[in-house]
């Protein structure tokens, strides 16, 4: 596996698809540039979800997170788009994604999404 920033997310076989459990997630380097001012944004990047058949492979999540870093992204579009990301592949039972950013001009901004499966 490369160690190079990677859009690409790999998951792994359940190694217990018959239990009912939840991954949490914690990622407190996040890092991606405001699209305003190209100045850094930096946040705590928290993954709450119920596997179903596929658990995401963690060292192809550091370097998804890692990819965001020069990118311009809004707060928003940056949870929802690692929750859609993620559902894609790990297709969980249900899954919050929430972003915790660092205050910036006196505004501290925390972003959840969520999705269950239907």
Excluded at 61 to 70: E, H
Excluded at 75 to 92: F, R
Aim: aromatic share 12%.
């Amino acid at each position: 596996m490369s160690t190079a920033p990677s859009k690409t997310l790999e998951v792994k076989p359940n190694p217990a698809p018959g239990n009912r459990y939840t991954v949490e997630l914690e990622a407190p380097e996040f890092t991606c540039l405001c699209p305003m001012t190209g100045q850094p944004d930096f946040a705590v990047i928290f993954v709450s979800y119920e596997p179903d058949q596929y658990i995401v492979e963690l060292k192809s999540f550091k370097l998804y997170l890692w990819s965001y870093r020069n990118e311009g992204v809004f707060h928003e579009a940056a949870v929802n788009a690692i929750l859609d990301d993620l559902v894609a592949v790990v297709q969980p039972r249900r899954m919050t994604v929430t972003g915790d950013f660092n205050i910036r001009g006196g505004i501290h901004t925390t972003v959840t999404a969520t999705w269950e499966k239907p």
